[in-house]
């Protein structure tokens, strides 16, 4: 079958499997690396993308559900060679070890400070509760999430506060 | 945006040098790598715990459009490649030829164009099984009606492994049965699984003309692996590269070969093409190494005011279906007998049987510092078991015995020789962050109140960074560690290492070794790691080793090329070497200090045009290779408070402290991040994972929504403290501390938990620590209800 969808700005079109999941076509297909594959049941949610603005776990998503839809990923993050806040907060402080989780944590970061630029230590905590990091204790994730949220997108961008 | 200005040259807390291609989702791991005509593989595994195969039929698999090879047990026999050692001297099958031994294992590997038609062809390869009895309890495993499960080794008749013991069985005899105090208590340490985020995997290239295998792959251990694999597939080891990208946790998950990465070898080679095989979570959690699952009997001695006098453990150890346990060739049983812990005693003695059982193998792995985990567990529970008993607040008991300052180094009734520690200090500065007195007043008005507070407190005494070539050894290897440090003519510099970073930041803090040494600016090291072609010999990382024997070896590495750099500089300064002085960077003349050579400069001259000391050669450049003289012993002091509720069991961790000491600090941010995940660690293993098993050997936790790990809302934020005790014979003192937090936290919690119980009557509570185990606790019952 035929999908249509927009990644990271881009239209895209391709033939594939009608059970080809969203996490397999944006890294056997886009070549898009960055979203990462955990666990196959949703739990661990290293494969978040955001679609239409929205985190979704992209393991359990067919890649025909997201036609027509807008899907975003970790290489979407930077524009024009500056890091979004979220990417550096997590370098700030320190919010990453072996890097695997962390596109997925970063998109939820993302898509939490779009609807909720101040976000308490509670709710960043609940909202990447869907997600699971083996290395740090979520601690510096937190930490890094409010970092990104002390220094927020210029208005030029289109999500910014 | 924040740029990389203002950071230490050497050590201190410096951003890492690995995070601008994570956050920009530009890591390479083994399943992003994709060559040219790449096939995927996939493995089949049996649903069956114990059975005898009688046929395996693939005609339908190979007829698939899309499959390239099916390969059995029976064609890896032809290749001599259906057993493959263990890192224990047992073997295990590859793909299994006349039974299988656990639900998982593998048996037929299918090579097809793509990932899904790799899957889809499994379904159609049939085998018939007879199903045999399988052993689960490894109670029950040397009973004499067991069945078998090693029937494959000729004259096994039984499904022992092997019987291990320290101390002194006659002096602990002698001191218990003239003791005031004796208490004992049976407790298990479950059968867990590390679960890094990114599972194992393999990508094998095979190159027919020139004979040589690429390999990427999951490994925390790469040189360990060609090595092996040279011995294994009897390819001359110069023709093996193995190459460990990016790697997405490890945790002692990568340090075994797995049958897939064998399988991923042989259908390259068989194919003609590069073929990927990536696991899923059911067959990380089901297949590849667990941790733990020790069943242990503790006793411990005391006089009645509190003098411990001496500790005793029988542990039923089970190791699976093949002995496949990664630790030195002489330690059965890991380091496990360091499960004297931080006391001063008087005699000690464990004995540990080991068992095979119809589950997957495996046995060290999960930052346990090789059963160190288990040792602590046994010492600090036992010694909360005997504050229970007399009546003593378990902090107090504590401080009355550990070992003084003044008596290390210290040769413990095992024969370890810690090499420093200040246990008070570092005890009592925990218990200071706590508040701890506060906190017993506290727990005192809400126990008034029906409420269930608990407080836990646990020390531990690791013994990391293996080690002594003498005594340790993986499968023949001697576990020492490389380095090889090279400054360019324009004073960059680029540091080629044997240990494989997982996420513990070696690129940055091996940097920063190099850096305090020689005053090069981190941002200007490279550090090469993780490709055998490119980087020296060495054991790689688990044990917490990575620091304290590559960091060993970098640090010798740049001081031998300080020492050369010194002559050097004198010749360019007309000087003599005995007249310079060094400030980190830069030679001087003493007296004159604007006369001198920067390390930048040295580095030019030693390519330059002029003449070096006699018999120098030009160039600046070392290698050093580390032989520990002895392990290195962190310690740590940890409190916990938890509040169970009354009505489900459920514990939440309220607080928790830990104060570490592991010398100095290379990157505190570093060393923080990994007592913070270890911390996370210890919280899961002592109140969430466990890999179970019911009567027919099926694996009841093969997916994240069974084997349950710890989010975001179970952890609280740590509270963090250390002491610096540095280690005597260590190079920069530094003693490894990746591993300290996951050894020292599970006891830590279970204390708060029993703690918190203990006005009902409960003396200890088995990990994991559950609702439905605590609760079926309160209600005075060992289990709940099935």
Request: charged share 25%; proline share 6%; aromatic share 6%.
């Amino acid at each position: 079958m035929q999908v249509n969808l927009t990644v990271n700005g881009d239209e895209v079109t391709r033939e594939i499997e009608p059970r080809l999941l969203l996490v397999h076509f944006l890294r056997d297909e886009l070549g898009l690396t960055g979203t990462h594959w955990g666990c196959d049941t949703s739990n661990c949610g290293t494969c978040v993308v955001l679609m239409d603005d929205e985190p979704v776990k992209s393991c359990t998503v067919l890649a025909a559900m997201a036609g027509g839809h807008a899907v975003r990923t970790v290489e979407s993050l930077e524009r024009d060679g500056t890091l979004d806040p979220v990417q550096q907060g997590f370098i700030e402080e320190h919010g990453l070890q072996c890097g695997f989780c962390t596109p997925g944590m970063m998109m939820t970061a993302r898509a939490l400070l779009d609807t909720n630029p101040n976000p308490s230590e509670a709710e960043i905590r609940e909202a990447i509760s869907g997600q699971i990091c083996r290395c740090t204790g979520y601690q510096n994730i937190v930490k890094a999430i409010r970092w990104a949220a002390g220094h927020p997108l210029e208005p030029a961008g289109d999500t910014g506060s | 945006m924040a740029t990389v200005e203002n950071q230490p040259v050497g050590y201190g807390r410096h951003r890492r040098k690995e995070d601008p291609r994570f956050v920009r989702g530009k890591g390479t791991y083994v399943d992003d790598v994709s060559l040219p005509g790449m096939l995927h593989g996939a493995v089949l595994r049996s649903p069956l715990a114990h059975a005898r195969i009688t046929s395996i039929d693939v005609t339908a698999a190979q007829q698939h459009p899309k499959v390239r090879a099916v390969i059995t047990g029976k064609d890896l026999e032809g290749l001599k490649l259906a057993w493959m050692p263990t890192l224990s001297g047992d073997v295990q099958a590859v793909l299994a030829t006349d039974k299988v031994r656990f639900q998982g294992q593998e048996v037929a590997f299918v090579v097809a164009d793509d990932r899904y038609a790799a899957r889809d062809a499994l379904e159609l390869i049939d085998v018939e099984y007879e199903p045999l009895d399988p052993v689960v309890d490894a109670r029950r495993a040397l009973d004499a009606d067991a069945p078998v499960i090693r029937d494959d080794v000729e004259g096994r008749a039984d499904n022992h492994i092997f019987d291990w013991e320290a101390g002194d069985r006659a002096e602990a005899d002698a001191v218990f049965a003239n003791a005031d105090v004796v208490v004992s208590q049976d407790m298990v340490y479950p059968r867990s699984h590390p679960a890094p985020m990114e599972t194992c995997g393999s990508v094998a290239d095979y190159d027919a003309v020139s004979g040589k295998l690429t390999l990427w792959t999951t490994t925390q251990a790469p040189h360990a692996h060609r090595t092996l694999y040279a011995i294994v597939a009897g390819l001359p080891e110069h023709k093996i590269r193995v190459i460990a990208p990016d790697i997405g946790g490890g945790f002692g998950n990568k340090v075994p070969i797995y049958p897939g990465y064998v399988c991923s070898v042989v259908g390259s080679i068989v194919t003609g093409k590069p073929v990927k095989w990536v696991e899923d979570r059911s067959e990380n959690l089901m297949s590849t190494g667990f941790a733990r699952d020790y069943l242990m009997h503790g006793e411990i001695a005391a006089t009645r005011d509190g003098r411990i006098l001496g500790v005793r453990t029988q542990v039923i150890a089970d190791h699976g279906a093949f002995n496949a346990t990664a630790q030195p060739t002489k330690f059965p049983a890991g380091f496990f007998s360091v499960f004297t812990g931080s006391y001063d005693l008087e005699a000690a003695h464990c004995s540990v049987t080991g068992v095979y059982t119809n589950k997957a193998p495996g046995g060290v792995a999960y930052a346990c510092s090789f059963r160190i985990t288990e040792a602590v567990y046994l010492v600090e529970r036992m010694v909360d078991v005997l504050a229970a008993e007399l009546g003593k607040d378990p902090a107090e008991l504590r401080l009355q015995n550990f070992i003084k300052p003044e008596q290390f180094p210290y040769e413990a009734k095992t024969g370890w020789v810690y090499d420093s520690g200040d246990y008070e200090t570092t005890m009592r500065k925990a218990l200071d962050i706590a508040g701890y007195e506060e906190l017993r007043r506290e727990q005192a008005e809400r126990r008034e109140r029906g409420e269930l507070m608990g407080i836990g407190v646990a020390f531990f005494t690791e013994a990391v960074g293996a080690g002594p070539r003498k005594h340790m050894d993986i499968a023949g290897l001697g576990m020492n560690d490389g380095a090889e440090l090279r400054i360019h003519p324009t004073g960059k510099a680029v540091l080629r290492i044997s240990v494989q970073t997982q996420g513990q930041g070696h690129e940055t803090t091996f940097a920063q070794i190099v850096a305090e040494e020689l005053g090069i600016p981190v941002d200007d090291i490279d550090v090469v790691h993780g490709d055998t072609d490119q980087t020296p010999f060495g054991l790689g990382t688990y044990g917490s080793r990575s620091t304290p024997v590559s960091g060993a070896a970098a640090a010798v590495a740049a001081r031998k090329i300080r020492d050369k750099a010194k002559l050097i500089a004198a010749t360019m300064l007309e000087a003599a070497p005995e007249d310079l002085e060094w400030e980190k960077g830069r030679f001087f003349v003493r007296g004159d200090p604007e006369q001198g050579k920067t390390i930048q400069e040295v580095a030019l001259g030693a390519h330059g045009a002029f003449d070096l000391p006699d018999g120098m050669e030009g160039s600046l450049d070392a290698e050093a290779v580390y032989n520990p003289p002895n392990l290195t012993f962190p310690f740590g002091g940890y409190v916990c408070v938890v509040d169970v509720d009354p009505g489900t069991g459920q514990v939440k961790v309220r607080r928790f402290i830990a104060v570490d000491d592991c010398g100095p600090r290379i990157n505190p941010m570093i060393v923080e991040g990994q007592i913070h995940g270890g911390l996370t660690d210890g919280v899961g293993m002592a109140l969430m994972q466990q890999i179970a098993f019911d009567e027919d050997g099926n694996c009841l936790s093969g997916s994240f929504m069974d084997y349950l790990l710890p989010s975001s809302l179970e952890v609280p934020d740590w509270e963090l403290g250390e002491t610096v005790t540095p280690s005597p014979h260590h190079p920069i003192g530094a003693k490894g501390v990746g591993e300290s937090a996951t050894v020292g936290s599970p006891p830590c919690v279970i204390n708060a938990v029993v703690d918190a119980l203990s006005p009902l009557g409960v003396r200890h509570v088995d990990m994991p620590a559950s609702p439905a185990r605590v609760w079926a606790a309160m209600q005075g019952r060992a289990e709940p209800p099935a």
